[in-house]
Nanobody, 118 residues
Framework: QVQLVESGGGLVQPGGSLRLSCATS????????MYWARQTPGKDIEWVSRISPRGAQKGYTDSVKGRFTISRDNDDNTLFLQMDMLQPEDTGVYFC???????????RGPGTPVTVSS
């Protein structure tokens, strides 16, 4: 059974940092592209970042380039997202996603909420 469990969200002031983690099990983690996606208030879910199976290729949506860093530990089946210089518009629920079909709830965890506010 595929399981993805995010952690690390919380309340942070603008300019602050958070590190999200996603513990996974039930599938061959090291063979999958992994994504972080987020749902911000009033908007559709969007992809934030992605990483290739071995971590050599990474991608970011324009709004987070230079501020967020995705990484993975294939020995521990864990995905990470380091978020720096957080802004209020980064507020939302962040999801760890197995593969590119982030709109399908079956492919993602329950999410971890991030609130950026002073």
């Amino acid at each position: 059974q595929v399981q993805l469990v995010e952690s690390g969200g919380g309340l942070v002031q603008p300019g602050g940092s958070l590190r999200l983690s996603c513990a996974t099990s039930g599938f061959a983690f090291n063979t999958w592209w992994m994504y972080w996606a987020r749902q911000t208030p009033g908007k559709d879910i969007e992809w934030v970042s992605r990483i290739s199976p071995r971590g050599a290729q990474k991608g970011y949506t324009d709004s987070v380039k230079g501020r967020f860093t995705i990484s993975r530990d294939n020995d521990d089946n864990t995905l990470f997202l380091q978020m720096d210089m957080l802004q209020p518009e980064d507020t939302g629920v962040y999801f760890c996603v197995k593969g590119a079909e982030y709109h399908n709830p079956r492919n993602r965890g329950p999410g971890t909420p991030v609130t950026v506010s002073s």
